[in-house]
């Protein structure tokens, strides 16, 4: 079970990439497609900046967030190749 709420990353040490949905809701409508990509807000600059398929931007969910819809062979990446600088690294994320 996930708990989505509206408060910020407690712990930030050696974060890389932090991709968040709110950072979206001014720049696209929900519907929209996100053919530019996603900001990193890490502040690593790692943004996803390349997109294949249609993920699609959403202003609401059941719980009143914003989130990105991926579908079938959707995808959003970055160029950065990680596993040159992190030979250990922890993904974390919330999907239904």
Request: proline fraction near 4%; aromatic fraction near 10%; hydrophobic fraction near 40%.
């Amino acid at each position: 079970m996930f708990a989505v709420t509206q408060a910020p990353c407690r712990s930030t040490t050696g974060m890389v990439l932090h991709l968040d949905a709110r950072t979206l809701a001014g720049a696209h409508a929900d519907g929209d497609v996100l053919t530019t990509g996603w900001d990193d807000v890490s502040g690593r600059m790692n943004h996803a900046d390349n997109a294949f398929g249609a993920p699609v931007f959403r202003e609401d969910s059941a719980h009143g967030h914003p989130f990105v819809q991926f579908s079938g062979t959707d995808l959003l990446w970055t160029t950065k190749d990680f596993q040159e600088s992190l030979p250990r690294y922890t993904v974390a994320l919330v999907a239904r």
